[in-house]
């Protein structure tokens, strides 16, 4: 079974950056779409980003589009979430996916998630 873990969050000023790395491990995943999702505490797990196998396509919600990007290394199993322009609204835990369903723009996914990364925007 592929594992999941995501990296590189932390505490980051409004209008900073971060980047954010999810490395598979078990199986390839350069075969799978990949995305990324949120969860704020109280909240539902929110769709982020998703790529597909080959990272020509991808695909955003309108309260990330134009501020972060979704890419993909396959020879390293990576997926990466570049966030820039934070928002305190972005604070929350980002947890990666594989496996899913790719539905037009949407993305069904998988029961595979990583551990999560903890993203805290203070103002």
């Known amino acids: 079974q592929v594992q999941l873990v995501e990296s590189g969050g932390g505490l980051v000023q409004a209008g900073g950056s971060l980047r954010l790395s999810c490395t598979a491990s078990g199986r390839s995943v350069s075969s799978y779409a990949m995305a990324w999702f949120r969860q704020a505490p109280g909240k539902g797990r929110e769709f982020v980003a998703v790529i597909n196998w080959s990272g020509q396509s991808t695909s955003y919600p309108d309260s990330v589009k134009g501020r972060f990007t979704i890419s993909r290394e396959n020879a390293k199993n990576t997926v990466y979430l570049q966030m820039n322009s934070l928002e305190p609204e972005d604070t929350a835990v980002y947890y990666c996916?594989?496996?899913?369903?790719?539905?037009?723009?949407?993305?069904?996914?998988?029961?595979?998630w990583g551990q999560g990364t903890q993203v805290t925007v203070s103002s």
């Open positions: 996916n594989t496996g899913g369903r790719q539905l037009g723009s949407r993305y069904d996914p998988s029961n595979y």
